[in-house]
C-alpha cells in the first residue's frame, strides 16, 4: 500500500502549485481522500477532503477560493490545485485515504512560498 505525493517545491506569493498525490495497493475509489498540511511546531491540520464519488467536498476557510481538491479514479490519483499562495501556506502537505476500515498517509511533500 502506498500512497505517494510530488509536485511541491518553493514558489513566491500569489504563485500556483499542484500536489498529486499517486496511491496503490488498495481499491483508491472507495476512500474518501483528504489532505493535510503541517507547519514546524504547529500541528497538523485538515486542508480539504473528497468523497470517494466525488460527490462531497470540504475545504478550510484559510483554503477556501484558493485551492481545489480533485481525483482521477482511473488513474489512482488525487490532486491539490493551490492557487493564490500565501507565505502562510507554508508546509509540509500530505495525502490521506480513508474509509471505516482502512486509512493510509503518504509521506509529504514540502511546499514553501516566500519571495
Known amino acids: 500500500v502506498q500512497l505517494v505525493e510530488s509536485g511541491g517545491g518553493l514558489v513566491q506569493p500569489g504563485g500556483s502549485l499542484r500536489l498529486s498525490c499517486a496511491a496503490s495497493g488498495f481499491t483508491f475509489s472507495t476512500y474518501t481522500i483528504r489532505w493535510y498540511r503541517q507547519a514546524p511546531g504547529k500541528e497538523r491540520d485538515l486542508v480539504a477532503g473528497l468523497a470517494s464519488a466525488g460527490s462531497f467536498t470540504y475545504y478550510s476557510d484559510s483554503v477556501k477560493g484558493r485551492f481545489t481538491i480533485s481525483r482521477d479514479n482511473s488513474k489512482n490519483m488525487a490532486y491539490l490545485q493551490m492557487n493564490s499562495l500565501k507565505p502562510d501556506d507554508t508546509a509540509m502537505y500530505y495525502c490521506?485515504?480513508?474509509?471505516?476500515?482502512?486509512?493510509?498517509w503518504g509521506q509529504g511533500t514540502q511546499v514553501t512560498v516566500s519571495s
Open positions: 490521506y485515504a480513508w474509509r471505516p476500515t482502512a486509512e493510509y
